[in-house]
Structures are given as structure tokens and as C-alpha cells.
């Protein structure tokens, strides 16, 4: 019985097509992928294994953590601080940038995640995921990696991916040369090729959107919505579906699938907290918007692009809108014409 291609073959393969790498990319998204598979593991034990529920902490952004968001974060650290890989690590559970043990190596590499996106859907036993972007070193950086070093624009990415803990467990990576998809085989506990070189849909039925904001909503993306919620009386001349799974990871994964367009607009409830959106640039938007970009979609922010926004700070947030070109296309007309 054949196994299919495995995600550690994978990536070796993609690697052999360019000169003089050394192994130590390879081997550090492998860990990444352990790490995934020991979370996957843990969000599937849920009750029997009593991670379920609140932890005593909060978060940077205030907040309140989960026990999954913890033990996430714990493993992923583990996981990836030993091998000599990477030079720090950033997660949005955390408020500085992590520092390795004294004992361990450093790399060339700098690690960003969200460790359990979409964590508040673990108590309702929803999808929920890990986000993971990795950035090189900066040439010029000496020492303890600090927060500058992390700071670059989604465009100096080197790979960036997702692990969607759903009824199967997927993960989802780019390393700038198309997006594949694998699937947990939970028989032999190896990430299986199994959608190579996802393309999004150009145009789509579906838009996600968390509606109860409405009333805060810019009149774009107000507009936007209200011409989807017309229907085939409208001037889009067709029926929409509404989808929000309160996971980003969830909701961008159906996007990438099916087409359609994510939402998590600016809005004027979130400017009055002096809030540029509420996802996170570094964890969130940027691996989402390489992913989505690579996969033929655009992500904005409405007027900008979001891979070219310079993080000015580690847990900065921004507008979100990706998916379809098409649909993105025509969200970011409407704020061009209401400038
Ligand atoms: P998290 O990283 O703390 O889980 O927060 C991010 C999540 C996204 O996954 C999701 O799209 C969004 O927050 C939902 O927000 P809201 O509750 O405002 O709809
Ligand atoms: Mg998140």
C-alpha cells in the first residue's frame, strides 16, 4: 500500500530545486510540523484530558486565555527553541519577543505564530489552528534577536502556513511557489499531500463577516454586504451565502477551497479604541495574505496591500479583507470611490 507523499518529503523535494540550501529550513518547518501534530493532538483529547476552559491568565492584548491557548503555546516553544534553527521566536500569546535557553544554538531564523487561532471555539468543540510565519534573520542583527528584527513588511516572508484542527486536521503551507494542502493521516501520524497547488475560485458565493458589527461598519464594506445581502434583486445579479466561524483559520480555509471573501474590517467601534482592526498583522494577516496571494487571491486592507504594511510594533492589528480576486478587487473600488 502506497502512503502518498508526506509533508517532510515534500518540502525536501521543494528544497533540492534550489542551490545551496543547507537542511536547516527543512528541518525547522518539520518541527513546526511536530508541534502541530502534538496541539492537533491535544484539541482532539479536549474533556477526556481536561484541557478545556479558562486559564488563570491573560494575554498581551488583554485578552482572557484559554487552557488550550497555553498549552499551545508551551508546545509550539518546546518544540521549536532546541534544534538550532531559529533565533527567537514571537507568538501572540507572549508580550516580548522569546529568547532561547542559554544552552541551545541559534539560527537563522525567526518564528511568529498564533498558537491556537480561533481559541474561543474549543469550549464548543469548533475548528480552531495554529498560524506560523517564518522570516530570516536580519544580516545585521547581533545578539539576542529584539523586537526590530521581527519587524518586516508580509513580503520578506520565506514560508508561512497554517494547521486547521478540524474533522480531519489539514495543514496548509506556502513557501513562495504555489500552496499545497495535507492531511493528517492520523493511522501512521504524517501530514499526506493530498491538495497540491490550491488555486482560489476568482469570483464566489460565499462572504464571512461577523454581521452583529454592522452598525460600525465604513459605508464600503457596508456597501459591499448590503449589495451581497440583495441577492439576485441586486446589483450583483445572484444569491449570496453568509458564513463565520468565529476562527479566521476556519473561515480563510473555506475561502481558499471554495472561493468567496473574508472580512475583519476597520470599524468605527474599533477606532474609538484607538484599534486599527482587531486581527493581528505578524500572526494572522501577513502568513494569510501570503497564502491567499499565492493561491492566486489578493488581501487588503481596503487600500492597501496588506504584504507591504511595515509592522511598526509586534502585536499591531490591521484591517483584513482576502479571498477571491474578484470580490476583493471590487471591495477595494468601493473605498477608492469613497475617498
Ligand atoms: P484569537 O486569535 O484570539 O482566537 O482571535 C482571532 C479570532 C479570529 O480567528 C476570528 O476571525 C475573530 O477572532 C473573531 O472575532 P469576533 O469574535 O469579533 O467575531
Ligand atoms: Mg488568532
Redesign the pocket.
Known amino acids: 500500500m502506497s502512503i502518498g507523499t508526506t509533508i517532510t518529503e515534500f518540502i525536501i523535494e521543494e528544497q533540492r530545486q534550489m542551490k545551496g540550501v543547507s537542511g536547516e529550513f527543512t528541518a525547522l518547518v518539520n518541527d513546526v510540523v511536530i508541534a502541530c501534530k502534538a496541539i492537533s493532538s491535544a484539541v482532539r483529547y479536549g474533556s477526556l484530558v481536561g484541557v478545556l476552559g479558562t486559564a488563570d491568565t491573560d ?1 498581551i ?1 488583554g ?1 482572557t486565555q484559554k487552557k488550550l ?1 497555553v498549552i499551545s503555546n508551551n508546545l509550539f516553544i518546546k518544540r521549536n527553541e532546541w534544534a538550532g534553527h531559529v533565533a527567537a521566536l514571537a507568538s ?1 500569546e507572549m508580550s516580548d519577543v522569546y529568547h532561547l535557553p542559554p544552552q541551545y544554538p541559534r539560527g537563522k531564523y525567526l518564528l511568529v505564530f ?1 498558537p ?6 474549543t469550549d464548543v468543540n469548533g475548528a ?1 489552528g495554529t ?1 506560523f510565519s517564518i522570516l530570516r534573520r536580519p544580516k545585521d542583527s547581533e545578539g539576542e534577536p529584539t523586537e526590530d528584527d521581527f519587524l518586516q513588511s508580509g513580503d520578506h516572508q520565506v514560508c508561512a502556513g497554517y494547521a486547521l484542527y478540524g474533522p480531519s486536521s489539514m495543514m496548509v503551507l506556502t513557501t513562495g511557489h504555489g500552496v499545497n494542502g495535507f492531511t493528517l493521516d492520523q493511522r501512521i501520524g504524517e501530514y499526506i499531500l493530498t491538495n497540491p497547488n490550491m488555486k482560489i475560485p476568482e469570483e464566489a458565493k460565499d462572504f464571512s463577516i ?1 454581521a ?2 454592522m452598525r460600525f461598519w465604513d459605508p464600503p464594506v457596508r456597501r459591499y454586504v448590503d449589495e451581497c445581502l440583495a441577492g439576485k434583486e441586486g446589483p450583483r445579479r445572484k444569491d449570496f451565502n453568509m458564513r ?8 480563510v480555509h473555506r475561502v481558499l477551497c471554495q472561493g468567496g471573501v ?1 472580512l ?1 474590517p476597520n470599524d468605527r467601534k474599533l477606532r474609538a479604541k484607538n484599534q486599527e482592526g ?3 498583522l505578524m ?2 494577516a501577513s502568513p494569510m495574505s501570503f497564502i491567499i496571494e499565492q493561491a492566486g487571491g489578493l488581501a487588503s486592507t481596503g487600500t492597501q496591500r496588506i504584504m507591504e504594511l511595515q509592522p511598526t510594533g509586534l502585536h499591531q492589528r490591521c484591517p483584513v479583507i482576502l479571498g477571491s480576486r474578484n470580490e476583493v478587487e471590487r471591495i477595494i473600488s468601493y473605498h477608492l470611490e469613497a475617498q
Do not use: H, T
Request: hydrophobic share 40%; charged share 30%; glycine share 6%.
Open positions: 494575554n492584548q485578552e491557548d501572540e498564533d491556537l487561532d480561533g481559541s474561543s471555539n480552531v498560524i461577523n452583529a458589527y463565520w466561524a468565529g476562527a479566521m483559520i476556519a473561515d473574508f475583519y482587531k486581527l493581528r500572526y494572522e
